[in-house]
């Protein structure tokens, strides 16, 4: 009891401060008036780290444990219970294990060590097990289970306990049980000490090269390429990991596992095609525990190649491995890479959730490698977040903690790159100056190229801070140069947005404006809205720019919208205001100008307007000349059909010329080059049909996340609608575009449907429904919509005079009844009104 182990510390306590030696008085008032059983039990379970009746039993062979264990507790016999075990005060423990040593031999002690030893290998209690065979000297079953537990120890993070095992081993023994060799060179690469795993493994490659064990070498060899690897000598990694490859033979696994160690080279080598062909190889001929190590080095180079959804797909797939009962170290560091890929796409709730998994798994194994990676990482979240000296804290916390534990030069490289920049936000330009110089120092010959990208890029910065423009060209141009042989589109979108940045601060319009298209183009295409939208946050001269030079102009407007601050809003108002011409092509064309005055024009024949619609929806894109005949003039040969198409290209030209703004340059509105006509971008058009897509786009996108803000959309997008497209043109691609907007306007009205009947706006979905039926009026999914409504709003008469004008129409026009299902449906819509 507490009280019990109280009174029996305040004795020894007393004892002690009495200065009286304390084994005198566990011989005279403890131990010798003891029963002779008892005594013989206190001495014999003195081996004991603890004792329970079973355990005691099969030490003693005895049934009198539970009894006697009993009696010592009950007079406090410097003994205390915690759950089902007890334990003996250490002093007094000490004593009794003396007191055995006098009246036993060292044979006997070791007996009851090896009954100790059986014991807990009878009960899965493999580290006590080892000890008590290591104490009985029986070091060939210490060393057999020590085999059998190293893996659960090493992925437990149990370090120092295996490193203690193992060291108590003779070398005798060691010899005969290689794979704890194997295992020791494996723990000390957890744990950081590359020198002597290198030691420790060119002795093993020695001792086995002598023994012919060619796949024990293969181990051997990709372990010590995967040091040089982390040493960031990448080129020496290669050759030990081509030497084990060569060995590995037949054996389907170990190819597996080198080629897994290629693709990491390779990855580390900037060289990302061959990376992910190795890993993808790997992946069809390995076992599943190859495979979840291959996913983590695929998610890793997905990361490092900045593709953020195939990363996140693989993060994702490899994250729900994880067994919750049972903590693994492997997640720790896998959770720190997922947090870092969940800061580069701007999604810091995730990242933050990701970073205390981590820390936590980390902390728990005392993985220094992964804390002191998850610290760099948390100062990289505070870095993007705007908290610069939080990010400094991070950082030169991560960089002190390396250097103490493991002095491993890519995390401090990752450190000082970003704890420059953390610098440089906070204005303090000679600190950041001091880290680039330092970076510049630690950069290895084969560095990675992303490592390389962010240098220059950082460089660059400095040299503009220092006035020095010319430089600052070269260093951003060297950028873009290891980003495009990378083939990263992520990085050469930033390099890109940097350049861009660089030539609108110092005027030269010609390079600001092909930087700032290609920098949309691939933001655009991948979906790198979040990079876009950071960089909208803190300054808006890129957007200013392109905006006004007409670039990506819709893309660019939807990324403000997601901005939405007063700043961005008030760009958009302005932006959206400014149109050289409005075109209506729902109904009959009609032309304003930005006043909004109808211009009146003289079309030549009703092919030249035709062929001006045809441009006008097709700006920016180049068309073929052969295109531009067979949909025009197909039925023409080809010379008469090439003068037609010239005669109508002029005089399109013509009134272009007429009805823009004089400012425009009429020989470049409709560019001929390389057989393709191109309608000029830079002229500034509003025109319906278009707006209805991009409206229809946006809302879709919008769906899922925002519903209330897709529904504006889509309504926006159907008021657009007035009417049928250009019901006056009689082309096949007219016609192909009438029937492709109907059909657009159909399914926006019945989705507006839908979302208000959801909603039990039953008016507002029977107004919507009436609008689908003069679409499409065979269509019986909409009759029941309307009959639907009609019941929700308990107007059954109108419920069944839709029922029957539905029965007429579909026999007018298709000769046919509503479906039995339909039937069905109406009957219970009007039986729930009863």
Not at 13 to 30: H, L, M, P, Q
Not at 62 to 90: D, M, Q, V
Not at 611 to 628: A, C
Request: include cysteine.
């Amino acid at each position: 009891s507490v009280v019990g182990e109280e009174k029996a510390k305040e004795t020894l306590n007393g004892y002690i401060a009495s200065g009286e030696e304390i084994f005198d008085y566990f011989a005279r008032e403890v131990f010798e008036s003891q029963p002779k059983e008892v005594q013989e039990f206190l001495m014999k379970t003195s081996i004991l780290e603890y004792l329970n009746p079973e355990l005691c039993d099969n030490l003693l062979n005895s049934r009198k444990s539970n009894r006697i264990l009993s009696y010592l507790a009950s007079e406090h016999i410097f003994i205390s219970k915690t759950n089902e075990n007890y334990r003996y005060h250490p002093l007094f423990k000490e004593f009794l294990f003396k007191t055995l040593k006098s009246f036993s031999s060292a044979w006997q002690i070791r007996m009851l060590y090896r009954k100790a030893g059986m014991h807990f290998s009878k009960v899965g209690e493999y580290e006590s097990a080892v000890n008590c065979y290591f104490f009985s000297e029986d070091y060939a079953k210490a060393a057999k289970i020590l085999e059998k537990i190293c893996d659960r120890l090493i992925v437990s993070g149990k370090f120092n306990t295996f490193m203690t095992l193992i060291g108590h081993l003779p070398a005798v023994i060691l010899n005969k049980h290689s794979s704890l060799l194997l295992e020791k060179s494996r723990v000390l690469l957890f744990m950081g000490k590359w020198a002597e795993a290198l030691k420790n493994l060119d002795k093993l490659k020695k001792y086995f090269k002598r023994k012919k064990d060619s796949k024990r070498l293969v181990e051997i060899l990709d372990r010590i390429a995967f040091i040089y690897l982390v040493l960031m000598q990448p080129d020496k990694a290669l050759v030990y990991a081509k030497r084990a490859y060569k060995l590995a033979l037949n054996n389907r696994n170990l190819k597996a596992k080198i080629m897994l160690t290629f693709g990491n080279i390779y990855r580390a080598m900037g060289e990302y095609g061959k990376a992910e062909n190795f890993l993808n190889s790997a992946f069809k001929i390995g076992d599943e525990k190859i495979k979840e190590q291959i996913l983590d080095a695929l998610a890793r180079l997905y990361s490092e190649k900045t593709e953020f959804k195939k990363a996140l797909e693989s993060f994702s797939s490899l994250l729900t491995k994880e067994d919750p009962d049972n903590p693994d170290l492997r997640f720790a560091p896998r959770y720190a890479n997922a947090a870092a890929l969940f800061i580069e796409v701007h999604n810091f709730t995730k990242a933050k959730e990701f970073l205390v998994r981590a820390m936590n798994l980390a902390r728990r194994f005392n993985d220094q490698r992964t804390i002191i990676y998850a610290i760099g990482i948390e100062g990289k979240l505070y870095l993007y977040q705007g908290n610069y000296q939080k990010a400094i804290d991070c950082y030169q916390r991560a960089i002190e903690l390396n250097s103490q534990e493991l002095k491993e030069k890519l995390l401090e490289l990752y450190a000082r790159i970003d704890l420059a920049y953390a610098f440089l936000g906070k204005k303090e330009i000679s600190k950041a100056k001091s880290e680039l110089k330092m970076v510049t120092d630690l950069l290895p010959p084969s560095t990675p190229p992303h490592i390389l990208i962010d240098f220059w890029l950082i460089k660059g910065k400095m040299d503009i801070i220092d006035g020095d423009l010319n430089s600052a060209e070269k260093d951003l141009i060297q950028a873009l140069r290891i980003a495009e042989e990378s083939q990263q589109p992520f990085s050469k979108m930033v390099v890109f947005y940097e350049l861009a940045k660089f030539y609108i601060e110092y005027n030269d319009k010609e390079k600001s404006f092909r930087f700032s298209k290609d920098c949309l183009e691939i933001a655009s295409e991948n979906n790198y809205d979040f990079f876009l939208i950071k960089k909208g946050k803190d300054d808006l001269s890129f957007f200013e720019f392109a905006l006004k030079e007409n670039i990506n102009k819709d893309y660019l407007l939807s990324i403000l919208e997601k901005i939405g601050t007063k700043e961005t809003n008030q760009l958009c108002r302005e932006i959206e205001s400014k149109y050289d011409l409005e075109i209506q092509l729902f109904g009959n064309l009609i032309i304003k100008n930005s006043d909004g005055k109808i211009l009146a024009s003289d079309w030549k024949t009703r092919k030249a307007k035709s062929l001006f619609v045809y441009l006008i929806l097709n700006q920016g894109k180049s068309i073929q000349k052969d295109s531009l005949i067979e949909t025009f003039w197909k039925e023409k040969g080809l010379k008469e059909a090439q003068h037609n198409l010239h005669d109508h290209i002029f005089f399109v030209r013509k009134i272009l010329k007429e009805i823009l703004p004089k400012e425009i340059d009429v020989k470049k509105i409709i560019k001929y080059q390389s057989q393709f006509y191109t309608l000029s971008d830079e002229i500034k058009l509003k025109t319906d049909a278009i707006e209805f897509e991009k409206l229809i786009t946006r809302a879709s996108a919008m769906e899922s996340s925002t519903k209330e803000k897709a529904i504006e959309l889509y309504k926006q997008a159907f008021e657009l609608y007035k009417n049928d497209f250009c019901p006056e043109l009689y082309e096949d691609w007219a016609e192909e575009k009438r029937l492709y907007y109907r059909n657009e306007a159909l399914k926006i009205a019945k989705r507006l449907a839908e979302y208000y009947y959801q909603n039990k706006d039953y008016d507002g979905s029977l107004s919507f429904y009436k609008r689908a039926l003069q679409f499409d009026c065979c269509d019986e999914t909409i009759h029941l919509g309307i009959i639907k409504c009609l019941v929700a709003l308990g107007d059954k008469i109108g419920a069944t005079r839709q029922y029957n004008e539905m029965e007429q129409i579909l026999k007018k026009e298709l000769d046919l009844s509503p479906s039995s299902e339909t039937l069905k449906v109406y009957q219970e819509l009007i039986n729930s009104l009863k």
